[in-house]
């Protein structure tokens, strides 16, 4: 019942990509749950400047170096995009059983 499973896959990539560039820029600009709760708690500082965080290559979901935040969240959600379906697609291709 493999019929034209490629095409299906292409057109769902496609429409993840364009979804990641023209939803992004309207995501909620309100912390997350735990940042929240760092927030309130008063340990939000340490939390940024300690950790992976600093090393990050697009904190905050934003492209770094982009003048527009709008163009820098789409940016960011196209690249995010982009490496999660090829990080999926490569584990897939190692545990695929034939």
């Known amino acids: 019942m493999k019929k034209n499973i490629g095409g299906f896959v292409f057109i769902s990539l496609i ?3 364009i979804l990641a560039i023209l939803i992004s820029p309207f995501a909620s ?3 997350d749950g735990l940042e929240k709760v760092a927030e ?3 340990f939000i500082k ?15 979901y934003a492209f770094p170096g982009v003048g527009s935040e709008v163009i820098a ?10 490496i999660t379906i090829t990080i999926g697609w490569l584990i897939g291709k ?3 059983v034939k």
Request: a negative charge.
């Open 40 to 42: 309130d708690k008063g």
């Open 94 to 96: 190692f545990i695929v």
């Open 73 to 82: 969240t789409a940016l960011a959600g196209l690249i995010g995009t982009f």
């Open 15 to 17: 429409i993840a990509l």
């Open 46 to 60: 340490e939390a940024l400047e300690e950790g992976v965080w600093k090393y990050s290559p697009i904190p905050d």
């Open 29 to 31: 600009p309100w912390p």
